[in-house]
């Protein structure tokens, strides 16, 4: 039985999540899959970090990889990451991770400080704002009303009690499981040491707890057992430039990319990666490729600004409907990124937005990631693919609202060190 499982709905969550251990010297293994046949199941990581891919998927089957995933990695500590700004199935997988565990108690603290977000008298903040008015589309701020459709019941740890420290939380969180079971504890939480307060709390319950949040409470957590450092990646001296995939479309990506050489960036025709993805892929490695013997560095992006989305969703459109602009863009993307890995490959890739990410990796066969514990900032931490063609190579992941405007340039040029 390993030390500690977490159970991520997409890529970069489950990257970021998983550095909260690493960087405290925890062997961290990130697994695209709970059902990855190529990775190496072998003891030597305490901490399996497994994406079940379900940000997007229907309610039932983003629940029913949740509770497979825990069946089939068993652990001492159980962790479901969600995401910082509550998108996805976070409900019915909650409802399916306290299922599988069969815990009394799920402790949640979505907050996480170092990238503004925190919860404030039950309601949940981004940069200050309430989430419902933060532009991430979900509808609703407050805790108690989001879990509101859950199969168990709701209660709220304040922050006063957060703030009398971890004697005071253990006892609210007692008294919280007191009545019907499973019973769902939402926390507020401004700052790293109020998280480290729940975490502390909840550590020295009678029965371990799931435990619910972001990247935030991750860091806190305490691991049972000895710590364990997974063996070592090889690495092909013979790589070197750094490539960068950047996929989702959020405002702020768009400014950090807008911050980056222009010489430097290949945009996708929007209409021709809907119409053909493998096509406007292999078209787009040819400039990549040339860029990364030339320059040492490749930024490949599926849009430079709004008129670029509008422009894939109207050729979706004409498709009569039947492709999802963003799947096909994402087929695009990936497939330029193969087709550039196996023609000038690099040492180090930079992946942002994690449908993106995602498809980049299961394009290359990168099954297992090995975290390294460091980090480019707050929410972008670094590893090394573990399988596939591209194994050796430093990978950076970071989500599409994480970061300042020059996050992309600093993750390009701490990667292409």
């Not at 707890?209 to 070592?232: D, T």
């Not at 066969?365 to 980090?375: K, W």
């Amino acid at each position: 039985m390993r030390n500690a499982l977490v159970v991520a709905d997409d890529l970069t969550g489950a990257m970021d999540t998983g550095h909260g251990f690493a960087e405290r010297g925890r062997g961290v293994r990130v697994r695209r899959s709970v059902d990855t046949d190529g990775a190496d199941r072998g003891p030597d990581a305490d901490v399996l970090v497994v994406d079940t891919d379900g940000r997007d998927a229907d309610p039932e089957t983003a629940a029913t990889a949740v509770a497979r995933a825990v069946e089939t990695e068993p652990a001492d500590l159980v962790y479901k990451k969600v995401d910082s700004t509550l998108r996805g199935n976070v409900v019915a997988e909650v409802d399916a991770a306290l299922a599988a565990t069969g815990a009394d108690l799920a402790v949640v603290a979505p907050a996480f400080p170092a990238t503004g977000r925190t919860t404030e008298d039950g309601r949940h903040l981004v940069d200050g704002t309430p989430l419902a008015d933060a532009g991430y589309g979900v509808g609703e701020s407050d805790l108690g009303e989001y879990f509101a459709a859950s199969e168990s019941p709701v209660v709220r740890l304040d922050i006063a009690t957060v703030e009398a420290g971890p004697a005071a939380v253990a006892e609210r969180l007692t008294d919280g499981a007191a009545g019907r079971r499973p019973t769902l504890v939402v926390c507020d939480a401004r700052t790293d040491e109020h998280l480290g307060a729940i975490a502390a709390g909840a550590a020295s319950l009678e029965t371990a707890p799931l435990y619910v949040g972001s990247g935030g409470l991750a860091a806190q957590v305490a691991v049972p057992g000895e710590a364990g450092a997974p063996s070592g990646v090889s690495v092909d001296p013979r790589r070197s430039g750094v490539l960068g995939v950047v996929g989702s479309v959020n405002e702020r990506t768009l400014d950090q990319l807008a911050a980056v050489d222009d010489e430097a960036v290949v945009a996708l025709d929007p209409a021709a990666a809907v119409g053909d993805p493998a096509a406007a892929g292999r078209a787009a490695a040819e400039s990549l490729s040339a860029l990364l013997d030339w320059r040492g560095r490749a930024v490949l992006t599926a849009a430079t600004g709004r008129e670029d989305v509008a422009a894939a969703e109207r050729a979706a459109e004409r498709l009569n409907g039947a492709v999802a602009a963003a799947d096909r863009v994402a087929g695009a993307l990936a497939a330029a990124a193969r087709a550039t890995v196996d023609a000038s490959p690099p040492a180090g890739l930079v992946l942002t937005g994690g449908d993106v990410a995602g498809a980049v990796l299961d394009a290359l066969a990168a099954e297992e990631i090995r975290l390294s514990g460091e980090s480019v900032a707050a929410g972008v931490p670094e590893g090394r693919v573990a399988t596939g063609p591209a194994a050796g190579t430093r990978v950076v992941t970071k989500a599409g609202g994480f970061g300042t405007e020059r996050a992309i340039l600093n993750c390009l040029d701490a990667v292409g060190r």
